[in-house]
């Protein structure tokens, strides 16, 4: 069975997500009850046809679909916790970043008070929510999943990942890892040309066609690393460590801080000291990969 469309469904939590999260449900036609610890912030959603709860409790026993986007873990449990049994019997969506481990937590407290329990991890900012591109990813709770899967679309695509409800956040923040190491990659590199009084803006106009040209050859490292064959012809460790010293080199003459080059050129020199030099430069996955599975 699927909600039918313009079901109530509670936000609690209008930072800058919550805020757009609950802009898109009305603007998907659902009555939305909003509420936040520190009042004021509601102001635009009321003027838009959101009704300003008083308490998050009220929020939540005017909703049988309620959607929560705080801080964090904790954040969470101070604003659920004493609500507990007035969401037994309703679904709750937790779109706040939590740890995989902290995800599997809540859903196991929400368990034990009889409440279903979805976790999301949200793959946008907030003015992409509702918007192309906006993307969330759900596990946990099947049934609330599919109960709720119009009003989820709402917020961008939903992909459910499975019943584990740290599956989500695992992907979330293994996705947000890339997205932070490539950001620490470009301001090095920034770093470098400014030595050389070239901009950011300027040099941004190169590094984001080489940066998007490279994030496309990245399925070809996935056999290596998922087989664990890492046999090359082109481009070995013992290559990429030429490659790698000689950036190292070039930033220190530059006067650029090594924080984000030194630990790539020590998962190269890792390898290529236990005796990988000839092999790809994906082998640097089985210097940091869990020993399981
Ligand atoms: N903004 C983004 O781009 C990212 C995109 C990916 C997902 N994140 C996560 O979404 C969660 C909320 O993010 P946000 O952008 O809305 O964050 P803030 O604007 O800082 O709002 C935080 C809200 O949390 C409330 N809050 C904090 N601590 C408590 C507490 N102990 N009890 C009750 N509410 C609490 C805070 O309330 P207030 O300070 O206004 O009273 C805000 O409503 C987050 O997990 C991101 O990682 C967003």
Known sequence: MTESSGSP????GLGAMGRALASAFLEGGHRVAVWN?????????VAAGATAA???GEAVRASRLV?????????VHD???????????????????????????????AERHGIDYLDGGIMATP?????PGSSLLYSGSKTVFEEHTPALKLMGTADY?????????????????????????????AAMVRSAGVSAAEFAERAVPWI??????????????????????VQSLDFNKAAVDAIVRASRDAGVGLDVIAPVKALIDRQVADGHGAEAFDRIFEGIRPLTP
């Open 9 to 12: 469904i509670a936000v609690l």
């Open 37 to 45: 610890r520190t009042p004021g912030k509601e102001t635009e959603l």
């Open 54 to 56: 008083a308490t998050a």
């Open 67 to 75: 959607v929560v986007c705080l801080l964090d873990h904790t954040s």
């Open 79 to 109: 604003v659920l916790d004493p609500l507990a049994a007035d969401l037994a019997g309703r679904a709750v969506v937790n779109l706040t970043s939590t740890a995989p481990n902290e995800a599997r937590e809540l859903a196991a407290w």
């Open 127 to 131: 003015p992409m929510i509702g918007r």
């Open 161 to 189: 990942f499975g019943e584990d409800a740290g599956l989500a956040s695992l992907y979330d923040f293994a996705l947000l890892s890339g997205m932070y190491l490539m950001f620490a990659g470009f301001t090095h590199g």
């Open 212 to 233: 998007t040209a490279m994030a496309q050859t990245i399925p070809m490292a996935t056999a290596a690393i998922d087989s664990g064959d890492y046999t090359t012809d």
